[in-house]
RNA sequence: GCGCUCCUGGCUCAAUUGGCAGAGCAACGGACUCUUAAUCCGUGGGUUCCGGGUUCAAGUCCCGGGGGGCGUACCA
């Protein structure tokens, strides 16, 4: 497919064909010895001849001077390019450079009437021509902006413009990566083993959704995209590796909304000789790191609201905090009854089973008045296959998930290790599901058999952590690249 | 998946009840040697997402399709 034709893209493609006319390479392949801005605008005024390159980001022509306006990671800075200064040819290339091409430069530093430290420039050197041009934003005198780039597909798909031209995306996704190196260093300071296991499964399992399906050539046979990292890193710790992490992918073929993507980043991080206490103990930490890394906190702004970070976060039970918030004793209720409440409270009329009810109904009670950072804790069984009971009340799990602001951040339990309860749990997941074929994760119950030792298991969502730190009220916002219909 | 809603030059947005599709920025030509939304003069640019329909007349109303946003459902 040949380039785009449009009348932009056009003139510019002629300049371009100009520039290599006069004998101009408008894609050199080395940049000369250069300065980052940042260091230009701290030198100040100086006879020096400095050197720096980065984007024009503005123009401004007046005959014989022009002033452009070139940015790089590290700021700003304005050029000013007089006829006398420069010698014909790069005087003339100037005459075919537009807004979006990235040039290098060289002169002394000074500072103009109007008070702007700006580069004299001495020599000019195109080193990368824009063939398509970008939205040129700018702010008027009564500081009314022109022109930003606000819709949200143009942004997701053209990512490259949107960080270019939006601070708050830019610093965003810069905040992203700190925070996951600071949960690294959290974790392996503290003698974890961060760990990749396989994204190519061929009995998936450690969560509920519905899988992504492939199928292996070579092999002829179906496989899956994880939709959790849980039962292989279990695996390991009864291998006798005790700390063990993995931060990476997990894919979900389920519905795409504000608070959950089909691929999105998870950390799940499983300890021995400990249970869901020091898990949240551990989760305290991350947020802690994340948040330092991030450059906020203890208070952060979300959604709205005014988060406070400083752990403890509250504990609430899910049973009594059930009972508090409706008035009633739902967790003696059978399924029939707690049926009819959720369809009387609009919350749908197809739900059967008792745990789903409960959840639907905790959801609906007790969820959305979690803003500041809590814990849920002891969930009933049903909900928590994968968790061990608490020991005075076989009917209760020793789980918690983590809320902020109602967004769900953090999933944790006492991680069963009892082999035969486990096997019957998971036997009984296999048949019901359409996808396992009735057949449960069989090396995951033998590393079970042979003996893992009681842990904490945490899994913590790592997209909406930096929704939270970040104040973005999409996780789309926090992912560079997010799944988007094909365009027709 | 369902409901509501939006889609207009490159970007951001106008267009009364259905009545000649416009503006700012960007672009092009010209003037201008200290500007910063530079300014001034001039010019071009539209299958109004796509396909049907109603109408003398459709950006606007109706039907179908595509894409987006919001809500909702699924996601232990």
Same mark, same amino acid.
């Given at each position: 497919?040949?380039?785009?034709?449009?009348?932009?893209?056009?003139?510019?493609?002629?300049?371009?064909?100009?520039?290599?006319?006069?004998?101009?390479?408008?894609?050199?392949?080395?940049?000369?010895?250069?300065?980052?801005?940042?260091?230009?605008?701290?030198?100040?005024?100086?006879?020096?001849?400095?050197?720096?390159?980065?984007?024009?980001?503005?123009?401004?022509?007046?005959?014989?001077?022009?002033?452009?306006?070139?940015?790089?990671?590290?700021?700003?800075?304005?050029?000013?390019?007089?006829?006398?200064?420069?010698?014909?040819?790069?005087?003339?290339?100037?005459?075919?450079?537009?807004?979006?091409?990235?040039?290098?430069?060289?002169?002394?530093?000074?500072?103009?009437?109007?008070?702007?430290?700006?580069?004299?420039?001495? #020599?000019? @050197?195109? %080193?990368?021509? $824009?063939?398509?041009?970008?939205?040129?934003?700018? &702010?008027?005198?009564?500081?009314? /902006?022109?022109?930003?780039?606000?819709?949200?597909?143009?942004?997701?798909?053209?990512?490259?413009?949107?960080?270019?031209?939006?601070?708050?995306?830019?610093?965003?996704?810069?905040?992203?990566?700190?925070?996951?190196?600071?949960?690294?260093?959290?974790?392996?300071?503290?003698?974890?083993?961060?760990?990749?296991?396989?994204?190519?499964?061929?009995?998936?399992?450690?969560?509920?959704?519905?899988?992504?399906?492939?199928?292996?050539?070579?092999?002829?046979?179906?496989?899956?995209?994880?939709?959790?990292?849980?039962?292989?890193?279990?695996?390991?710790?009864?291998?006798?590796?005790?700390?063990?992490?993995?931060?990476?992918?997990?894919?979900?073929?389920?519905?795409?909304?504000?608070?959950?993507?089909?691929?999105? #980043?998870? @950390?799940? %991080?499983?300890? $021995?000789?400990?249970?869901?206490?020091?898990?949240? &103990?551990?989760?305290?930490?991350? /947020?802690?790191?994340?948040?330092?890394?991030?450059?906020?906190?203890?208070?952060?702004?979300?959604?709205?609201?005014?988060?406070?970070?400083?752990?403890?976060?509250?504990?609430?039970?899910?049973?009594?905090?059930?009972?508090?918030?409706?008035?009633?004793?739902?967790?003696?209720?059978?399924?029939?009854?707690?049926?009819?409440?959720?369809?009387?409270?609009?919350?749908?009329?197809?739900?059967?089973?008792?745990?789903?009810?409960?959840?639907?109904?905790?959801?609906?009670?007790?969820?959305?008045?979690?803003?500041?950072?809590?814990?849920?804790?002891?969930?009933?069984?049903?909900?928590?296959?994968?968790?061990?009971?608490?020991?005075?009340?076989?009917?209760?799990?020793?789980?918690?998930?983590?809320?902020?602001?109602?967004?769900? @951040?953090?999933?944790?339990?006492?991680?069963?290790?009892?082999?035969?309860?486990?096997?019957?749990?998971?036997?009984?997941?296999?048949?019901?599901?359409?996808?396992?074929?009735?057949?449960?994760?069989?090396?995951?119950?033998?590393?079970?058999?042979?003996?893992?030792?009681?842990?904490?298991?945490?899994?913590?969502?790592?997209?909406?952590?930096?929704?939270?730190?970040?104040?973005?009220?999409?996780?789309?916002?926090?992912?560079?690249?997010?799944?988007?219909?094909?365009?027709?």
């Amino acid at each position: 497919m040949a380039i785009e034709e449009n009348e932009f893209i056009n003139i510019r493609l002629e300049k371009l064909a100009g520039i290599r006319e006069m004998g101009i390479a408008p894609y050199p392949p080395h940049t000369p010895e250069r300065l980052p801005v940042e260091v230009l605008r701290t030198t100040g005024e100086t006879e020096d001849v400095l050197s720096t390159s980065g984007r024009i980001m503005a123009k401004r022509k007046h005959g014989k001077t022009v002033f452009c306006d070139i940015t790089d990671p590290t700021g700003r800075i304005q050029l000013f390019i007089n006829k006398k200064n420069l010698d014909e040819e790069s005087w003339e290339l100037l005459g075919k450079m537009d807004l979006g091409d990235i040039i290098w430069v060289s002169g002394a530093l000074f500072v103009t009437r109007t008070g702007e430290l700006s580069v004299r420039v001495g #020599t000019l @050197l195109l %080193l990368a021509k $824009a063939a398509r041009p970008m939205p040129v934003v700018k &702010t008027d005198a009564d500081g009314e /902006v022109h022109d930003s780039v606000s819709d949200p597909d143009f942004i997701y798909r053209h990512r490259c413009i949107d960080l270019m031209l939006n601070e708050t995306s830019k610093s965003r996704f810069i905040a992203r990566s700190r925070i996951i190196s600071a949960i690294r260093n959290y974790l392996d300071s503290d003698d974890f083993l961060e760990v990749e296991t396989p994204v190519l499964q061929q009995i998936y399992g450690g969560a509920a959704a519905d899988p992504f399906v492939s199928h292996y050539n070579s092999m002829d046979e179906d496989c899956y995209l994880r939709i959790a990292t849980e039962l292989y890193l279990k695996r390991l710790v009864a291998g006798g590796i005790h700390r063990v992490y993995e931060i990476g992918k997990d894919f979900r073929n389920e519905g795409v909304d504000r608070t959950h993507s089909p691929e999105f #980043t998870q @950390l799940e %991080l499983y300890e $021995a000789w400990t249970d869901y206490n020091g898990m949240m &103990t551990r989760f305290e930490d991350i /947020v802690q790191a994340a948040a330092g890394a991030a450059g906020v906190g203890p208070v952060v702004q979300f959604a709205g609201h005014e988060i406070d970070l400083t752990p403890p976060f509250k504990r609430v039970p899910f049973v009594p905090a059930l009972h508090e918030k409706s008035g009633k004793n739902l967790f003696d209720w059978d399924a029939a009854r707690l049926s009819a409440l959720a369809a009387e409270l609009g919350l749908g009329d197809d739900i059967k089973d008792r745990p789903a009810l409960l959840d639907k109904l905790f959801d609906h009670y007790v969820t959305p008045g979690l803003i500041q950072p809590s814990f849920v804790v002891d969930y009933p069984v049903e909900l928590s296959p994968l968790a061990k009971q608490k020991d005075d009340d076989p009917r209760i799990t020793e789980r918690f998930e983590a809320f902020i602001a109602g967004l769900e @951040l953090a999933n944790a339990f006492s991680e069963q290790n009892d082999p035969i309860y486990q096997r019957e749990i998971l036997e009984k997941q296999a048949t019901g599901s359409e996808y396992r074929s009735g057949v449960a994760d069989e090396e995951f119950l033998y590393a079970l058999e042979v003996g893992m030792p009681p842990s904490g298991g945490l899994g913590i969502g790592v997209d909406r952590l930096v929704m939270v730190l970040t104040d973005a009220m999409s996780i789309r916002d926090t992912i560079l690249f997010p799944y988007l219909r094909r365009e027709q």
